[in-house]
């Protein structure tokens, strides 16, 4: 059926690929046979031609008689069926493209994206702020030296036993602690290197923190951090 080609130079390269042989070596007088059969009996079909496939089918009609009558210019001839040769490489690679494209299409159907959402409205954090120009970086950096120090004194074997730890208490804790010392160096209120504990006291100093419940406090840049009670 005509209408199962996507135009003149498709249904050559159907005609090519049917007779099993390479588009550069395709020979004028015998495809235009074959395509002219195929319109004609598209004609016989009562079938519809659209006007590119008859403009085709004169073109090669004219390039087989220029083959058949004698004439002069051969190279005329040649780049005649050259030009034809180029447009149904060229043709063969776009359905190629296509091809590879419809996969791609095919593939994205089966890939659902969504809107990001704006998690704004669950952001319930309150904003830490630190006193005298100590970050939460500095907190942390404070806590990775007290790592590395535990790490290096830890007794090569350990006995470690379960216990849970509540923010909450640990806060009571620590505030029993200022108020008896009035104020503390950081890794003084990690006691215990244990990592439960240890989390849950970092949780807990932010947490005082948060509520303006301490002043955290350093001399200068890399010096010890100290933890002061709230008069």
């Known amino acids: 059926m005509i209408d199962a080609f996507e135009g003149p130079l498709d249904l050559l390269l159907h005609l090519i690929k049917k007779s099993n042989i390479s588009i550069t070596d395709i020979n004028i007088v015998d495809i235009t046979k ?13 079938l519809d031609i659209a006007s590119e496939y008859l403009t085709m089918a004169a073109e090669l009609i004219e390039m087989k008689s220029n083959i058949l009558l004698p004439r002069p210019e051969e190279n005329d001839i040649e780049e005649e069926r050259q030009d034809l040769i180029n447009r149904l490489l060229d043709y063969e690679q776009y359905k190629k493209m296509i091809g590879y494209f419809k996969d791609l299409e095919a593939d994205r159907k089966d890939i659902f994206t969504k809107a990001p959402d704006d998690l704004k409205k669950y952001d319930c954090v309150s904003e830490v702020h630190l006193n005298d120009d100590v970050t939460i970086d500095d907190l942390v950096g404070a806590l990775n030296k007290f790592f590395s120090k535990k790490e290096y004194e830890k007794p090569l074997n350990t006995k470690v036993t379960s216990r849970e730890y509540s923010v909450t208490l640990r806060c009571e804790e620590i ?39 301490v002043i955290v406090s350093q001399d200068r840049n890399f010096n010890q951090i100290y933890i002061e009670d709230v008069a």
């Open 34 to 46: 074959q395509y002219l059969d195929y319109i004609n009996c598209m004609e016989e079909m009562n």
């Open 175 to 213: 505030k029993n602690v200022l108020r008896d010392k009035g104020k503390v160096q950081f890794t003084d209120l990690f006691d215990k290197y244990d990592k439960s504990f240890v989390v849950v006291t970092f949780l807990a100093i932010l947490d005082l923190v948060r509520k303006s419940s």
